[in-house]
């Protein structure tokens, strides 16, 4: 359903009567509505900053560069012997900031390499290099921080110092969201340096336009050495469960958008919207009911008679039944655990022993009810935390077969599901959070796709929140 609130504060009339009565005016955000260019960043500039001891400025350079932007560096910065040093090793050139009043020159993005920190005392160079240029940040402009794991830091001053970094993120964010501008920090691990183009055009670009205030740790990768970034999916198979309608159906064409040939699964009775889902774009339908015994061993077997396997799975489908525990049936715990968790462990074990090609990348779709909780959601919240434990535990195995799994856990997306809410909490919902609105199922669809793709192949066991930076649980 629309968000009738967002529509009218962008009409003319509606600006100036929101602002003449100081009510909130969420941003419209810039969606990316396209598959990934392979110069995503073409005729952007960047501006690039580093600590002093900043580790990653050549990987950055050269991930920026590929990407199509001009990089901007700042004279008067403590971190530009090392920007310069790694420009001269790559022979990527340099531009030196530009006027203020110089719009046209103006950076869309800020990235700031804040590695190599060894205590509070150097997080003052970050302050110094964004607390001035925070009213050149455009709107729908983007901010990156890249910081080590705090556990990879070293001493205690150098992870806290890292840690500072989650901190600041979150804070800045919701100072920025008002514009429709994002923040988000990498945790680079020791082995991940060179994996930093995928995550860089995801994070940068459109296509990431619902995330902010996040964290998102990269780790040496276990698969293919080469990214692809362009049309990342072309030639695998994926399998989206719940593909009917909402976002399993955004995720679908989503994927199929990158290259992929999509598998949709939904229950029988939707058989007829699944299959108008997937004409769109040449998908394949399976209507069953991925509770039924019988459905692991379908699958695996459709799968491989069919596509010969699957590269890239996701669990979407999810169905709430909320009732506070004491009024809540057995039977409302039962289903609501079976379709969101069980089955998904039952398929993912079946697929272990037949059809999932080696590399593979699973994404299953969690939700901030299971960080925040929610009353009346015992069993929802139980199942959506149970997922990102899950993939957590399974990163190893996935790991060893050169794949991935990963969680996304949406806040307010407008589908069906939500539009069932009482108004109140359905407007709280989607105010009530950085970028002042609730997300639309692309958003979810993007992050899935990211992380389904080798643009995430440094990403593994996460948990990547696409809310807008819903106060619920940040
Ligand atoms: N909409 C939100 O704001 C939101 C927020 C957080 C998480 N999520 C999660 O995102 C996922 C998709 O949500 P949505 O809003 O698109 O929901 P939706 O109800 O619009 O769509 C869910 C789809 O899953 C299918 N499905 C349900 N049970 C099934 C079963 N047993 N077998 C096969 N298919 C089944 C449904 O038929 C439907 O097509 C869910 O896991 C949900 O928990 C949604």
Redesign the pocket.
């Known amino acids: 359903m629309s968000d009738r609130y967002l529509d009218f504060t962008q009409s003319a009339f509606g600006k100036s009567l929101s602002s003449l009565l100081g009510l909130p005016q969420p941003p419209r955000l810039k969606r990316a509505g396209a598959s990934y260019a392979a110069r995503p960043l073409e005729g952007r500039a960047v501006m690039l900053g580093s600590s002093g001891l900043g580790e990653l400025a050549a990987p950055l350079l050269v991930a920026l560069n590929e990407a199509g932007a001009a990089v901007q560096v700042a004279t008067s910065l403590v971190g530009l012997p090392v920007i310069k040093a790694a420009s001269a090793a790559t022979g990527i050139a340099l531009k030196t900031e530009p006027n203020p009043e110089d719009r046209a020159a103006a950076p869309s993005a800020f990235v700031f390499d804040a590695t190599g920190l060894t205590g509070p005392a150097q997080l003052r160079e970050l302050y110094d290099f964004m607390q001035p240029r925070v009213g050149r940040i455009p709107a729908n402009g983007r901010v990156l921080l890249l910081g080590r794991a705090p556990a990879d830091a070293g001493n205690a001053s150098a992870t806290a110092a890292a840690t500072a970094l989650r901190g600041f993120t979150r804070s800045f964010a919701k100072e920025i969201g008002k514009k429709g501008a994002t923040v988000n920090l990498l945790e680079v691990g020791r082995g991940a340096d060179d994996a930093l183009a995928g995550p860089l055009r995801f994070f940068l670009s459109e296509h990431a336009a619902y995330i902010t205030g996040q964290t998102l740790a990269l780790t040496a990768p276990s698969g293919d050495a080469a990214d692809r970034h362009f049309a990342p999916l072309a030639g695998k198979v994926a399998v989206v469960?719940?593909?009917?309608?909402?976002?399993?159906?955004a995720i679908a064409a989503t994927l199929a958008r990158e290259g992929a040939q999509v598998v949709g699964?939904?229950?029988p009775?939707?058989e007829g919207?699944?299959g108008e889902t997937l004409s769109a774009f040449g998908g394949y339908g399976l209507a069953?009911?991925?509770?039924a015994a019988d459905?692991p061993q379908r699958i695996a077997r459709e799968l491989v008679g069919r596509f010969g396997g699957v590269d890239i799975v996701v669990h979407?489908?999810?169905?709430?039944r909320d009732k506070m525990l004491k009024n809540m049936a057995p039977h409302l715990w039962d289903m609501v655990l079976d379709?969101?968790f069980g089955?998904i462990l039952r398929i993912n074990d079946a697929l272990l022993t037949e059809g999932l090609n080696d590399g593979a990348r699973m994404v299953c779709?969690?939700?901030?009810?299971g960080i925040a909780g929610n009353a009346g959601q015992t069993n929802?919240g139980a199942t959506?935390a149970g997922v990102m434990g899950y993939v957590e535990a399974m990163a190893p195995l996935l790991a060893r077969r050169g794949g991935a799994i990963n969680a996304v856990?949406?806040?307010?997306?407008?589908?069906?599901?939500?539009a069932q809410m009482p108004t109140g909490p359905r407007e709280v919902g989607r105010r009530l959070a950085s970028l002042g609105q609730?997300?639309l199922?692309i958003d979810?669809a993007e992050a899935v796709t990211f992380l389904a793709s080798p643009l995430a192949r440094a990403v593994n066991g996460r948990t990547l929140r696409v809310c807008g930076q819903n106060f619920v649980g940040a």
């Not at 979407?316 to 709430?320: L, Q, V």
């Not at 779709?365 to 009810?369: D, E, H, P, Q």
């Open positions: 469960t719940g593909a009917a309608r909402g976002i399993g159906a699964i939904d229950r009775q939707e919207a699944l069953l009911d991925i509770t459905a979407n489908a999810g169905i709430t379709v969101n089955a779709i969690s939700s901030i009810g929802y959506k856990a949406p806040g307010f997306i407008e589908t069906a599901m939500t609730g997300g199922p979810i």
